[in-house]
């Protein structure tokens, strides 16, 4: 069965900053990986994916991940953070099925 | 503008009362879901739908019920039978199977008391 698991339930970081969200999946092959944000009280929006291809994606709103095999990972990050990027974000993975983390809360610091 | 409605943005019922959230897409998305989500824990899915008057239980699907008469919409009731439905739920929709991205509306925040 397929998993994923996302290390931090919080973070925080200040204006500025640099971010990196982990996240680990459980799978026997390659699966589809996907980032998504939500803002409180919100439905989720869809940052960026990864079917195949570069290894690198880049998404909406300046973030980034990079796919890695031999780690089973699919990491998130953004260069600079901003106040507007305080949100719970998950990753989901698809192998046999669509499976979502638990998510990781960005708290920013002023 | 295309997107996904859901219906009401709260919802508040008596124990032991059925209620049926809305949800209702003008993506022309073959798919349709329903997840629950609740606090410190990812999304859980309830139903799924991959063409209309078809669908499939997800991981918890019991006390919940769907219909897929239309392919714009994919409405959900919570039963009396589900014994802990204070939740917040949010629909969803892809293009195609179950492969694709999905497309989240703004959720419903029920509260049963």
């Known amino acids: 069965a397929q998993s994923v698991t996302q290390p931090d339930i919080h973070i925080t970081v200040s204006e500025g900053a640099s971010l990196e969200l982990r996240c680990n999946y459980s799978?026997?092959?390659?699966?589809?990986l996907f980032w998504y944000v939500q803002s409180p009280g919100q439905g989720l929006q869809l940052l960026l994916k990864?079917?195949?291809?570069?290894?690198l994606v880049q998404g909406i709103k300046g973030f980034e991940a990079e796919f890695k095999r031999s780690q089973s990972s699919f990491n998130l990050r953004k260069p600079s953070v901003h106040w507007s990027d305080a949100a719970e974000y998950f990753c989901?993975?698809?192998?046999?099925?669509?499976?979502f983390g638990p998510g990781t809360r960005l708290s920013v610091l002023p | 503008d295309g997107g996904i409605t859901q219906s009401p943005k709260y919802l508040f019922r008596k124990e032991g009362q059925n209620v049926t959230l809305s949800c209702e897409q003008n993506?022309?998305?073959?798919?349709m879901y329903w997840y629950r989500q609740d606090p410190g824990q990812g999304l859980r899915l309830i139903y799924y739908?991959?063409?209309?008057?078809?669908?499939q239980k997800g991981d918890i699907a019991e006390g919940y019920s769907v219909s897929r008469e239309k392919k714009e919409s994919f409405p959900l009731t919570v039963t009396s039978a589900q014994k802990n439905p204070t939740a917040f739920y949010l629909c969803?929709?892809?293009?195609?199977?179950?492969?694709?991205?999905?497309?989240f509306g703004p959720g419903t925040r029920l509260t049963v008391t």
């Open positions: 990864y079917f195949s291809g570069d290894t």
């Open positions: 739908s991959q063409i209309v008057n078809d669908f």
């Open positions: 993506l022309n998305h073959d798919a």
């Open positions: 989901a993975v698809y192998g046999q099925n669509f499976v």
């Open positions: 969803a929709s892809s293009i195609g199977g179950y492969s694709y991205e999905q497309y």
């Open positions: 799978y026997g092959a390659t699966p589809y």
